[in-house]
T-cell receptor, first 115, second 114 residues
């Protein structure tokens, strides 16, 4: 149980284009989803927290107009990197927590490379 | 404010030897504590968690951890490691009902040597 998927697993795009990453909870309803960014050999940096049907709460320093988050259902959240630039290249990981909320289950991550 | 410290960035250990990965936290409120493992180019997998109750927590893959409130620690242990345990290990703390945001440690790279 508690499986979270992400799609795509890897994406390469040109600078200036937008990229959408999907995060799905496969066997539970995700009340809250989190989006993280991880640089090589570093820990995870929380970008934003989203609750189903509500606007996402962004961490300090994260541009909400650049990283658009939608949590339209209890099983799906999307992160759209708008007008991507090479510095946005990173490993993006989502996590989801259920009704009790205290435990996060992580997706396998999406490797984004912006050329 | 909460914080998590993983003092060891890398821990080399020989196969079948015991290992302890250290995690210390600071918090002014009651906490939930977690250990996750990350294999290369993958997401994080939950190893074990402490929410309440017994301070000795057993997890998957033979790992266990002990919550020590007086020392504000949650060290991860395994009595005998395998080559397949080579990975990055993250300790995390949360303690704010309503958001349950995690604070992660910087990670410990466990390298099991043959």
């Amino acid at each position: 149980g508690a499986v979270v998927s992400q799609h795509p697993s890897r994406v390469i795009c040109k600078s200036g284009t937008s990229v959408k990453i999907e995060c799905r909870s496969l066997d539970f309803q995700a009340t809250t989803m989190f989006w993280y960014r991880q640089f090589p050999k570093q820990s995870l940096m929380l970008m934003a927290t989203s609750n189903e049907g509500s606007k996402a709460t962004y961490e300090q320093g994260v541009e909400k107009d650049k990283f658009l988050i939608n949590h339209a259902s209890l099983t799906l959240s999307t992160l759209t990197v708008t007008s991507a630039h090479p510095e946005d290249s990173s490993f993006y990981i989502c996590s989801a927590s259920g009704t009790l909320g205290e435990t996060q289950y992580f997706g396998p991550g999406t490797r984004l490379l912006v050329l | 404010a909460q914080s998590v410290t993983q003092l060891d960035s890398q821990v080399p250990v020989f196969e079948e030897a015991p290992v302890e990965l250290r995690c210390n936290y600071s918090s002014s409120v009651s906490v939930y504590l977690f250990w996750y493992v990350q294999y290369p180019n993958q997401g994080l997998q939950l190893l074990l968690k402490y929410l309440s109750g017994s301070t000795l927590v057993k997890g998957i893959n033979g790992f266990e951890a002990e919550f020590n409130k007086s020392q504000t620690s949650f060290h991860l242990r395994k009595p005998s490691v395998h080559i397949s345990d080579t990975a990055e290990y993250f300790c995390a703390v949360s303690g704010r009902p309503g958001t349950y945001k995690y604070i992660f440690g910087t990670g410990t790279r466990l390298k099991v040597l043959a």
